[in-house]
């Protein structure tokens, strides 16, 4: 049982560039999440999922697309990177929607936009 | 307006004193969840301790605690012994169930140092 896992752990990227992460959950989640951390803060919403086939925008939406073609499997795609995207990015998944249950984590991507 | 605050933006305490780190929510559901992570050096988020709004008592997980102040909206996170692998960020963070999302809000965390 793995949890939940990220690839890759680290990025560089150029300007302008594209990149997708992937974000993978042996746990039979039903929701997965996108965060952002950048220095100094907490994580921040990009996008969500509640279940295969459906994405949602958070807090920080703009400049990220994601899909979620398998229940499995979470992907947040840059198509046009930029330096303001340069942050840590968290996966992270939940396994109903109640209130109780803990989001699982995953180890994050470090991502650098030059 | 900010939904979850946590005022102390670093903390230091001595080895085996306890610690609390404070944390304070807005939110006007009446069904929530108030959650404390710890971010080591390393970057994972591990998971301390839960409190639902509902629960007429404070939560507990071995070394850690909540107190829940439900009517002053607070959730402090209370470390007892505090040991040096204790030493990290630490993010107070709130899931609640009227959104449809039930993402985590997070506070912007606590660094807290633990000296030998």
């Known amino acids: 049982n793995a949890g939940v896992t990220q690839t890759p752990k680290f990025r560089v990227l150029k300007t302008g560039q594209s990149m997708t992460l992937l974000c993978a959950q042996d746990?039979?989640?039903?929701?997965m999440y996108w965060y952002r951390q950048d220095p100094g803060m907490g994580l921040r919403l990009i996008h969500y999922s509640v279940g295969e086939g459906t994405t949602a925008k958070g807090e920080v939406p703009d400049g990220y697309n994601v899909s979620r073609l398998k229940k499995q499997n979470f992907l947040l795609g840059l198509e046009s990177a930029a330096p303001s995207q340069t942050s840590v990015y968290f996966c992270?998944?939940?396994?109903?929607?109640?209130?109780?249950?803990?989001?699982?984590f995953g180890p994050g991507t470090r991502l650098t936009v030059t | 307006a900010q939904k979850i605050t946590q005022t102390q933006p670093g903390m230091f305490v001595q080895e085996k004193e306890a610690v609390t780190l404070d944390c304070t929510y807005d939110t006007s559901d009446p069904s929530y969840g108030l959650f404390w992570y710890k971010q080591p050096s390393s970057g994972e988020m591990i998971f301390l301790i839960y409190?639902?709004?509902?629960?007429?008592q404070n939560a507990t997980e071995g070394r850690y605690s909540l107190n829940f102040q439900k009517a002053r909206k607070s959730a402090n996170l209370v470390i007892s012994a505090s040991q040096l692998g204790d030493s990290a960020m630490y993010f107070c963070?709130?899931?609640?169930?009227?959104?449809?999302?039930?993402?985590?809000?997070f506070g912007s965390g606590t660094r807290l140092q633990v000296q030998p």
């Open positions: 746990m039979n989640h039903e929701y």
């Open positions: 963070a709130m899931r609640e169930a009227d959104t449809g999302r039930r993402a985590l809000t």
């Open positions: 992270a998944s939940s396994l109903l929607p109640h209130t109780t249950y803990e989001q699982y």
């Open positions: 409190q639902g709004s509902y629960d007429q």
